[in-house]
């Protein structure tokens, strides 16, 4: 028992220090752009603070002697220390490290710079720290993105680091585009413009495959489930028309535009050619045809008895019908038989009766 505990806390503590591990390498992989992300943040919040305390004052409101004597709220130091202690959540680890860290820059900023340098972002986290790039560009020296910093991939996707000082600066092309610039079109779309810096990819008609204008006549190769018409065209493939139908026999086909689907039949139906017991090809056993629709056949009316047995009726339920013992009787060797008193039934335990009662017992 000892053993096998303290196995179980080396394990525990070694499976803690993986984690740690594997938390500090993914950290510090991601590190360059969440730290950028964290420097934002910061300065977003500066600016918000800014505008917050625009209409206050000291408390009291500015009086002459505080007007001629201080330095007005507007440029004080006080409002800076009122900005400054809501730039982070007091959850937030790195955005409180990152204010505490360069608290003097703030400072500096505010009575030095902010005039020549109103963007405290660019100021701060781009020139100053460096932790973040301008936009356009990434990666530790703040090189243009793929496609240029003025439009990075050419507009049609994302620059992988963009305005920080990670990532690669490649692209991820965003829906309908692909290729290293983002200039290229995926499968169903076409260029609709084109040059070297511009690229608009537009849908092809839903039945190409690949086109090279919007109309089903500008398919350069049909979707699968349309093909060539006779104008050149991509029209639907009628599956169900062909021979032997794609659906088995209990069902019926039903085309849709470049695919069609198999349904059940109803299930008075043996073979149909749509939903619904009026659709029917031939009648299912225990059912017949009625002004074209199968309807169920009630063997129990029928003039010549279905269940001939004695002391049995007949049961007639949709597609078929039961021989049930009649009350009092019960099934015994094929032959309905009187019921023994309740007293004796328990008795009898080679009886192949399976009420209830017995049937718990057993
Ligand atoms: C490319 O096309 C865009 C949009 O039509 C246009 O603004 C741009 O000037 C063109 N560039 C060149 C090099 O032709």
Not at 18 to 36: E, P, R, Y
Not at 53 to 67: D, H, L, R, S, Y
Not at 99 to 122: G, I, M, S, Y
Request: proline share 3%.
């Amino acid at each position: 028992m000892l053993s096998t505990g303290s196995q179980l806390r080396l394990l525990r503590l070694l499976s803690c220090v993986a984690l740690v591990l594997l938390f500090q390498v993914t950290n510090s992989k991601k590190d360059l752009k969440s730290t950028c992300s964290t420097c934002r943040q910061i300065t977003d919040n500066f600016n918000k603070g800014f505008e917050r305390t625009a209409k206050q004052n000291f408390g009291g409101g500015n009086t002459a002697w505080e007007e001629r004597t201080l330095s007005k709220y507007e440029t004080s130091e006080i409002r800076l220390m009122e900005i400054v202690e809501e730039l982070c959540d007091s959850s937030s680890f790195d955005c409180n490290h990152m204010v505490e860290e360069h608290e003097d820059h703030f400072e500096t900023w505010w009575f030095k710079r902010k005039t020549k340098h109103p963007d405290l972002h660019k100021w701060f986290c781009i020139e100053t720290i460096k932790v973040c790039c301008p936009k356009g560009t990434f990666g530790p020296d703040c090189n243009a993105c793929l496609g240029g910093s003025e439009r990075p991939c050419h507009g049609n996707g994302n620059c992988d680091g963009d305005g920080t000082r990670g990532g690669n600066g490649k692209c991820s092309c965003d829906n309908a585009y692909r290729g290293e610039f983002c200039l290229d079109c995926i499968d169903g779309y076409f260029n609709e413009v084109r040059n070297d810096t511009f690229s608009l990819c537009t849908a092809c008609d839903t039945s190409c495959k690949t086109c090279t204008g919007a109309t089903n006549q500008d398919c350069d190769e049909c979707k699968e489930g349309w093909e060539d018409d006779d104008q050149e065209a991509c029209v639907d493939v009628n599956e169900c028309a062909k021979d032997p139908s794609p659906c088995e026999e209990d069902q019926y086909c039903l085309n849709t535009d470049g695919s069609y689907s198999c349904k059940g039949c109803d299930k008075t139906c043996s073979g149909c050619t749509g939903a619904g017991p009026d659709k029917c090809q031939a009648c299912a056993s225990g059912y017949q045809d009625a002004e074209g629709t199968c309807t169920d056949i009630d063997e129990c009316s029928q003039p010549e008895p279905v269940c001939t047995r004695e002391h049995e009726e007949c049961v007639n339920n949709k597609g078929s019908y039961l021989c049930i013992c009649s009350s009092g009787y019960e099934e015994q060797d094929g032959e309905c038989v009187q019921k023994l008193e309740p007293e004796k039934e328990e008795e009898s335990e080679t009886s192949e009766t399976t009420t209830s009662t017995h049937g718990e017992e057993l």
